[in-house]
């Protein structure tokens, strides 16, 4: 029988900090942290708990706010997408999968920045004592996902690689916490999965990585804005302005990985070696990039993929679904994401 991991690592489970699927709830706030910016102009942010609002006040970027910034913390990206497209939010941050389901969706939504980060944290685990040794050994198997989350995504493309399909595995769709619930209690075999659930599975103890998302899924993360926002020449500036303090907020945790960590762990409830080694495996790789055609391509791809999967209402073209205006000098997406040391659980 399958030992349970602690009970201590079951709380943040109900948080979902991916950008993937779910219901949600969203609460709002002005202000905070040196929001209190002494322009009249309002941009209204969509946030995860942990999100954008947590690293911009740890890194100091927001002070002196030349406007003010009105959150909503949502605790999936799908909605908050909803909220974009209601045009009740400006812009907001999400991974590389809702934006796809939210244009299948026709729904109004332009994407305006990017980071590129490693795709470690997207993974395939098994129990650690599991005899399956590669992605073919999946044939037959059960494996539980987020259904149209990005590890969907990332167990589709896993499986062609090995030369299977999901009619050739037993998917059982499942969020998070009861996917961790049917992993430990050994009703599933395997758990495709993202970050920081990745890290919290694998620091429990009863897990290693059967296979992971590097070289098979792009590793992408977005800015979502409203295309009615960005019409308006001043929250369009401020928009441009937002975005700045981001990259520089990105880049200050990369440099300081345990400070945010810290900060992350209080604000998620997420153990604190959790978080360090999702900031290390995931979060703290990510590099600022341009939304340019190598993106836009990649995009496209999983437009492509869930079309032929009928998960999505229709194909479309992610192109339409992007504003480049923000790149300025940025490297290109496909930059090479920042790295640190493996783990001693990926060693």
């Known amino acids: 029988m399958r030992q349970r991991l602690a009970p201590v690592l079951l709380l943040p489970l109900a948080l979902a900090l991916a950008a993937c699927s779910g219901t949600s709830s969203a609460t709002s706030s002005t202000g905070g942290g040196g929001t209190d910016g002494k322009g009249s102009l309002t941009l209204a942010v969509g946030d995860q708990r942990g999100g954008s609002k947590a690293v911009l006040r740890a890194a100091g970027e927001l002070d002196d706010l030349p406007y003010r910034i009105e959150w909503s913390t949502f605790t999936s990206g799908p909605p908050l997408l ?39 944290g997207e993974a395939i685990v098994v129990p ?41 595995v037993d998917v059982t769709y499942l969020q998070p916490a009861d996917a961790l619930a049917a992993f430990t209690g050994g009703t599933v075999d395997a758990w495709a999965v993202w970050d920081p659930y990745t890290s919290q599975v694998l620091r429990g103890g009863k897990a290693r990585v059967l296979t992971d998302g590097e070289g098979l899924v792009n590793g992408l993360s977005f800015q979502v804005a409203a295309p ?28 300081h990985p345990e400070a945010w960590a810290k900060v992350w762990a209080k604000d998620t409830g997420l153990p604190y070696e959790v978080a360090l080694d999702a900031v290390r495996r995931t979060h703290g790789t990510r590099v600022p990039v341009a939304v340019d055609r190598a993106a836009i391509a990649s995009e496209q791809d999983i437009v492509d993929t869930f079309a032929e999967l009928k998960l999505i209402p229709r194909r479309v073209d992610f192109a339409d679904f992007t504003d480049d205006r923000f790149n300025g000098s940025l490297p290109p997406s496909t930059t090479k994401p920042r790295t640190y040391p493996r783990t001693p659980e990926e060693s």
Do not use: M
Not at 135 to 145: I, Q
Not at 236 to 241: L, P, S, Y
């Open 82 to 120: 909803e909220a974009v497209n209601a045009k009740a939010v400006d812009i907001g941050a999400v991974g590389n999968t809702p934006p796809v389901f939210a244009a299948g969706a026709g729904s109004k939504i332009s994407v305006v920045a990017a980071t590129h980060g490693t795709a470690r």
């Open 128 to 168: 650690k004592d599991s005899g399956l040794r590669r992605t073919a050994d999946l044939k037959g198997r059960s494996v539980a996902v987020a259904q149209g989350s990005s590890a969907h995504y990332q167990l589709v493309a896993s499986l062609k690689k090995a030369g299977l399909t999901l009619k050739d």
């Open 228 to 255: 009615g926002a960005l019409k308006d020449k001043k929250k369009a500036a401020a928009v441009g302005d937002y975005l700045r303090r981001l990259r520089k907020a990105q880049n200050w945790v990369f440099r």
